[in-house]
């Protein structure tokens, strides 16, 4: 997508996404960032100039590519988010780089206002690791909030997804982030910022104020949950690893069709 606009986002100061930096300081890094953004874009588009550029994640309803690591025996039918009852303990789960403008500072603060019955789990690591985890524990979150690490192995990985209730991503600042293709493909519902390619995917829900989205969408029952979920789950399985090597090959056989392809 636009390094330009993941730059803005994640250096203007939003609440579950906005700049570490404030004041003077914080102008300046904004004013930095969308500088090193344009720069950015501006090379992209000069390297496609007389040749073909395709953006990945741009035109997802109408056979966009996007990047993806999901294999087909890796989907899972979302049968299990359908055993969840209202007012039962909630899971949500959340990966990612633990990083500063991945929207972890307002994703912790709702969780201390959410009551005991929501807890958290955090898969991934980084730089901030150290300082959200005091944040978590300033929180009183202590109990609420379990840290996986990075976890390499896909399957270990997956299964901790699938384990889990509803995926959040609080994150103002993405072009299409492969950790919510991997959500959508175990059968988890999805609630996202919609940033990036996600503004335009109807297949999670977008997120506006994480409390109150996370109390919509678990009142809504199993039905409203089961359909989130059937709906993103059928999405992933048409952006399977083969499904977007096959829409890349046809690209290419129909940008260049006197090519001798075999």
């Known amino acids: 997508g636009s390094a330009t606009d993941v730059a803005r986002a994640r250096y203007g100061g939003a609440r579950y996404g906005g700049a570490h930096y404030g004041g003077a300081l914080g102008g300046v890094a904004a004013a930095a960032a969308a500088a090193a953004g344009m720069a950015y874009d501006g090379i992209g588009r000069a390297a496609a100039v007389g040749g073909d550029?395709?953006?990945?994640?741009?035109?997802?309803?109408?056979?966009?590519?996007?990047?993806?690591?999901?294999?087909?025996?890796?989907?899972?039918?979302?049968?299990?988010?359908?055993?969840?009852?209202?007012?039962?303990?909630?899971?949500l789960v959340w990966a990612g780089r633990v990083a500063h403008g991945k929207g972890l500072e307002g994703l912790l603060a709702s969780l201390a206002v959410m009551g005991d019955r929501v807890n958290l789990t955090l898969i991934g690591d980084g730089p901030a690791r150290t300082e959200f985890e005091a944040t978590a524990a300033a929180l009183g979150l202590g109990g609420r909030v379990h840290w996986a690490g990075y976890i390499a192995d896909r399957k270990p990985y997956l299964e901790m997804l699938a384990g889990r209730d509803l995926f959040v991503f609080p994150s103002e600042a993405e072009g299409f982030p492969k950790v919510v293709l991997d959500a959508l493909a175990v059968g988890l519902p999805v609630l996202a910022r919609p940033s990036g390619a996600l503004r335009d995917l109807d297949v999670i829900m977008p997120m506006a104020d994480l409390e109150r989205d996370v109390a919509t969408l678990d009142a809504g029952g199993t039905d409203a949950r089961s359909m989130l979920a059937r709906r993103g789950h059928a999405f992933a399985r048409d952006h399977v690893r083969a499904a977007e090597l096959d829409r890349l090959v046809q690209h290419w056989h129909r940008r260049w069709p006197n090519l001798p392809w075999v």
């Open 53 to 91: 550029r395709i953006v990945v994640g741009r035109d997802l309803d109408k056979g966009g590519i996007v990047t993806s690591l999901v294999e087909t025996f890796e989907l899972r039918e979302p049968n299990a988010q359908a055993a969840r009852v209202p007012g039962a303990q909630l899971s």
